[in-house]
């Protein structure tokens, strides 16, 4: 349930707009292929940890075709510092399989053909289509549910509700938000020892005074 009014809503998308204008994922890529492999890693791990493992896994699996080849034991080893490495090497390499068989090594970029693949969720693949084309997405990571219930904008319990809640309540720039949301809860509205004095949306936070803001 979205709980802002329209005119609430309105001065806290303009100020996070102007904030963050132009704003683009901190995961380092250099095409289609390194960006959803480096999405996928970055699941429950930071985009720092995801930047320090990728060199080595693109430089020896530079492509999806290569990467479909790859021995399981290796790819582990080269991310064995992400969290959830077993699972994510074993869905990277059967993602890159399908993608080479069934799409003939080009990644589909839709979004009902993206979450068809091991690995690749509704969130993934949202981040991937506003990160490559800026599509009108919403994607929900700790950072976004964080930031959108401390500000009052919704009480959804899970990812689910609070990305329709937040597709609701703006409507449009959603691609632009979503990374807005992102940057202010990795930096500003962070989970411990917010720095609330850093804030330009304090008049809106439901709990700033736990956070003893000013």
């Known amino acids: 349930m979205v709980l802002r009014k329209p005119k609430e809503l309105e001065v806290i998308k303009k100020r996070f707009l102007e904030k963050f204008k132009g704003s683009k994922t901190e995961l380092n890529y250099k095409n289609d292929y390194e960006l959803l492999i480096a999405i996928i890693l970055s699941a429950q791990c930071t985009d720092k940890r995801v930047n320090i493992i990728t060199p080595e896994l693109f430089k020896k699996y530079p492509t999806i075709d290569s990467l479909a080849n790859a021995n399981l034991d290796d790819v582990k080893e080269i991310i064995k510092s992400c969290s959830f490495y077993n699972n994510k090497a ?4 059967e993602m890159a399989k399908i993608i080479k068989e069934k799409y003939n090594s080009k990644i589909p970029h839709i979004h009902k053909e993206l979450i068809k693949l ?10 991937f289509l506003i990160e490559l084309h800026n599509e009108n997405r919403m994607a929900v990571d700790t950072h976004v549910f ?3 219930h401390r500000l009052g904008i919704t009480d959804a319990k899970n ?4 990305e329709k809640d937040l597709v609701n309540a703006f409507k449009t720039d959603l691609n632009e938000l979503h990374q807005a949301f992102v940057l202010f809860g990795r930096y500003t509205c962070t989970a411990k020892n917010p720095k609330c004095e850093k804030c330009f ?3 809106f936070c439901v709990t700033k005074e736990s956070f003893k803001a000013k």
């Not at 074993?90 to 390499?93: E, S």
Request: glycine fraction near 8%; charge should be neutral.
């Open 90 to 93: 074993k869905n990277i390499i």
């Open 118 to 127: 091991p690995g690749v969720g509704n969130k993934t693949a949202n981040v």
């Open 146 to 148: 964080r930031v959108s």
């Open 159 to 162: 990812v689910e509700e609070t």
């Open 201 to 203: 949306v304090t008049e």
